[in-house]
Every structure is written in C-alpha cells, then in structure tokens.
C-alpha cells in the first residue's frame, strides 16, 4: 500500500510555532484549546491578522518545529510494511524547504530522500492513502483520504479521521 503523509501538523506542530512567535510578538499565550475550528489567525485582534498570517513566510518558521507525539515512532513502523512517501506542499513559503527536509534528517532519517515529495499541489501525487490536516488536499484525492485531527479541522465529518499516531498506527496494522 502506498501512503502519503503530509508534514505540517501532522507530523510537525506548526500550530505550536504560532502560538510562540505570537507570545513573542504580543506577549499573550494561546493554546489549542483556545482555537477549536479555527486557524489562529482567525481568533487574533484583526490588527494581528496580517502578521500571523506573514509568519510561515519568514525565516525560521519550519525549522526546529515540535514533533507530533508519537509520530517518528509509528511512521518508523509504517515504512517497514508500506510504501511510504512524506508529501508537503512547501514550496507554497518560499524558505520552508531547507528547514522542512534537514527537519526530516533530524526527525525521521529513516525516510530516504527519494520518499520525500516537496510540490505545489498535492493532487498531482498518487497514492492508496493520504494522511493530512487540510481539507482542500483531501477533497481532491482519489485515493482514501484520511483527516489527522488539527484545531482548524475538528469540524470535518466527510473523511476517516485519525486522532494520534497511535491510532494510526492500530489502523494500518491489519493492513496488507
């Protein structure tokens, strides 16, 4: 089987990045539990707005990002019994590249560069399954999409969802 598994707030908590940098800037913490359905940019001040939404296009963003709780473990597993391949759309923030694949090195060095696809538009890769946060790369899969639950995401009804990577994992186990 073949499983393609996006990067950001799946495997990597970019939400946390925000809640840092916006501690940083503003001196006010947010946690998850503060943004239910929502992008963070949309709960902040609207004279905050454009900032937030300016911080995955700056330097550093992606780099150093808190690996999602039982991620490394369980993709280590998958890619023994699975065609695996990590697929992020960073080329959408021009300096996301080089942080997002030295990120894997770090994280997940057992994913071989040739199993990393970094484009413009999911929807051009194929696979049996994708694993991903975002709705407009799920809609368009024509394989089994499969939402990991996000802040922004709990609100999607229309997909399998995977609430941790150890449900993930207890899902792909019987699989062939």
């Given at each position: 089987?073949?499983?393609?598994?996006?990067?950001?707030?799946?495997?990597?908590?970019?939400?946390?990045?925000f809640f840092e940098w916006y501690e940083?800037?503003?001196?006010?913490?947010?946690?998850?539990?503060?943004?239910?359905?929502?992008?963070?940019?949309?709960?902040?001040?609207?004279?905050?707005?454009?900032?937030?939404?300016?911080?995955?296009?700056?330097?550093?963003?992606?780099?150093?990002?808190?690996?999602?709780?039982?991620?490394?473990?369980?993709?280590?597993?998958?890619?023994?019994?699975?065609?695996?391949?990590?697929?992020?759309?960073?080329?959408?923030?021009?300096?996301?590249?080089?942080?997002?694949?030295?990120?894997?090195?770090?994280?997940?060095?057992?994913?071989?560069?040739?199993?990393?696809?970094?484009?413009?538009?999911?929807?051009?890769?194929?696979?049996?399954?994708?694993?991903?946060?975002?709705?407009?790369?799920?809609?368009?899969?024509?394989?089994?999409?499969?939402?990991?639950?996000?802040?922004h995401n709990i609100h999607y009804k229309?997909?399998?969802?995977?609430?941790?990577?150890?449900?993930?994992?207890?899902?792909?186990?019987?699989m062939p």
């Open positions: 089987m073949r499983i393609l598994i996006d990067m950001d707030d799946v495997l990597a908590d970019a939400v946390e990045r940083r800037d503003f001196g006010i913490r947010y946690t998850k539990a503060d943004i239910p359905g929502k992008h963070f940019y949309q709960i902040v001040p609207d004279e905050h707005k454009q900032l937030v939404r300016s911080y995955p296009h700056q330097k550093g963003f992606f780099k150093d990002l808190p690996v999602i709780q039982d991620a490394k473990e369980t993709v280590e597993v998958l890619s023994r019994m699975h065609e695996l391949y990590i697929v992020s759309a960073a080329m959408e923030f021009k300096y996301s590249f080089t942080d997002k694949y030295e990120w894997l090195d770090e994280h997940f060095p057992f994913i071989h560069w040739k199993q990393r696809i970094f484009c413009g538009n999911k929807h051009l890769v194929k696979g049996d399954v994708l694993i991903d946060d975002h709705d407009f790369n799920l809609s368009v899969f024509p394989g089994r999409p499969i939402v990991f639950t996000a802040p229309e997909y399998e969802r995977m609430n941790t990577w150890l449900e993930a994992k207890n899902f792909f186990e019987g």
